[in-house]
């Protein structure tokens, strides 16, 4: 496809001209201005805070802009409300969830509907079926959203977005939760998206899928576009110069300068083995129709170790990671903290303990997004002293502890009263760290922590992780990114089909080792 810009032939279907939003202390976007055309995918990258959320929200209604306009088919346009946006035939996925969770994915994908219009029943399965089978899913139409997987989850809300955008697609942090073939198909359906003529604005950290995706490549720091890289332009540069030159762009300088490595990968850890510290004998965990059955888990973890829990998303790692943490309960088996069963236990208890959990849902689960910063770093310490004495919160104590946490985590805010849902994704999520990681405590277990992150703050999530370890923590990292398997595990463990296939050393041969075991559905002895 030639780049439109380049031809001068086509008019843009959307322009912004000159766009500026402001917040309290804060320059979201700073006379922001390109186009999207139709039939063509145009990345947005950018650091967490680097505007792209905010200039989302202005193109799906949910803000208007303090500066400048956004031009619609050559007709200026104010999108006062997502239901114009969606009128227009601009539809939205965003990084974190808007759908129910107590609701079936039908009913999700009816969110929204006129009240009084009889729903056509058939007219939405046939609906449903056919975008899924466009994506090549396999998704349980009548079970409730919140049983299925953060990365099931995610796949409704691409389903619900093209079932009402027409025109304009735009997918933020699409493939977060998403595993290597789920990103295949979706890639697959935004080709197909784009071939009929759709324009689809994605937001991504990854570079190689914004190589892979992109027609046109822009580029946000400090909410100022610093740069837009065309398909023709890129031609003449292999993938490592261009990702040279896009990292240069979001940071002005390599992202090795700004933080030190977090290790080499198989680098040898000049440590002797610690004691055992986190345990399970045998762990089962009751399945349900969108969650395959825990069974038989046995694991041990010692002082100081990285234990990684690879696999495709939906093998039952999320519920691994709740009953470990006291959210979900065990049918079978034992849960022992240096030696003493905790199965029994429920979350504050094996808090106490010092045993850790840090969500892959940083909003929905991790934080209540309306409450301030430094109450959310005390959730789990509410009634405590010395922040609470007889039931009565302490401000002075309260603040003081907050703002200490904000300044050793660089948790970007403009005060500790700051809501936390008003805080980008990689603000949010040194948040959580601090909370979890505070106090010294024995066994932390990580899940997905660094998905939906940019580059720098992904960097520094990946040495706050290595640096907790190294001072004797027990670790359990999940993720569904191998690359960070591989960089900060000691060993590594499988799961498939909600069973452990192998547990393997973190030496020159686990990627292939890895990468074959998660395309096994047999578990191994």
Avoid at 401 to 428: E, F, M, Q, V
Wanted: charged share 25%; aromatic share 4%.
């Amino acid at each position: 496809m030639k780049d439109p810009q380049s031809t001068g032939t086509p008019a843009p279907l959307v322009a912004l001209e000159t766009i500026s939003k402001r917040f309290p202390g804060v320059i979201a976007n700073n006379r922001i201005s390109f186009a999207l055309y139709a039939g063509e995918v145009h990345v947005l990258l950018g650091e967490n805070g680097a505007g792209k959320s905010t200039l989302i929200s202005l193109l799906s209604g949910l803000q208007q802009p303090d500066e400048g306009k956004i031009v619609f088919d050559g007709r200026p346009v104010r999108l006062r409300s997502p239901r114009q946006a969606l009128r227009l035939g601009i539809g939205s996925v965003y990084q974190h969830s808007s759908l129910a969770p107590s609701l079936s994915v039908l009913e999700n994908l009816c969110l929204g509907a006129p009240w009084w219009r009889p729903l056509n029943k058939k007219s939405i399965r046939d609906a449903f079926r056919s975008i899924s089978g466009q994506l090549q899913l396999s998704l349980a139409e009548d079970a409730p959203l919140g049983c299925l997987s953060l990365g099931e989850q995610q796949m409704v809300e691409i389903i619900k977005a093209l079932w009402l955008g027409r025109r304009l697609l735009i997918l933020d942090e699409a493939t977060s939760l998403l595993p290597p073939e789920g990103i295949e198909k979706l890639q697959r359906a935004v080709l197909q998206l784009k071939n009929s003529g759709t324009a689809v604005l994605f937001i991504t950290h990854k570079l190689t899928e914004a190589l892979a995706f992109g027609d046109r490549i822009s580029v946000l720091r400090s909410g100022r576009l610093v740069g837009t890289l065309h398909r023709a332009g890129r031609r003449c540069l292999d993938n490592e110069e261009m990702k040279h030159r896009i990292i240069t762009m979001m940071f002005g300088e390599e992202p090795a300068e700004q933080e030190p490595a977090t290790r080499h990968l198989w680098a040898p850890r000049q440590r002797s083995a610690g004691r055992l510290v986190l345990q399970t004998d045998g762990l089962g965990i009751a399945g349900s129709a969108a969650e395959p059955e825990v069974r038989g888990v046995s694991l041990s973890l010692a002082a100081g170790e990285v234990l990684g829990i690879a696999g495709v998303e939906g093998n039952g790692q999320k519920q691994l990671a709740e009953a470990l943490a006291g959210q979900r309960p065990v049918s079978a088996g034992l849960i022992l903290l240096e030696g003493e069963e905790i199965q029994a236990l429920d979350v504050a208890a094996r808090q106490r303990r010092g045993l850790r959990y840090i969500t892959d849902d940083r909003l929905g689960e991790g934080t209540i997004a309306a409450l301030p910063i430094e109450i959310n770093l005390l959730l789990k310490r509410i009634g405590e002293p010395p922040f609470w004495r007889h039931g009565v919160a302490q401000p002075k104590a309260i603040e003081r502890h907050a703002r200490d946490l904000i300044r050793r985590y660089d948790i970007r805010t403009p005060n500790a009263a700051t809501a936390i849902g008003r805080l980008s994704g990689g603000n949010i999520q040194k948040a959580l760290l601090a909370r979890e990681l505070e106090g010294q405590p024995k066994a932390v277990i990580y899940n997905k922590p660094t998905h939906g992150l940019d580059l720098h703050n992904a960097q520094r999530a990946r040495a706050a992780i290595a640096a907790q370890a190294q001072k004797g923590t027990a670790t359990l990292l999940i993720s569904t990114d191998l690359d960070e398997i591989l960089e900060l595990s000691d060993r590594i463990a499988v799961m498939s089909a909600g069973a452990l296939a192998a547990v393997v050393a973190n030496d020159e041969n686990a990627r292939a080792r890895v990468a074959r075991l998660m395309t096994d559905s047999s578990p191994q002895t």
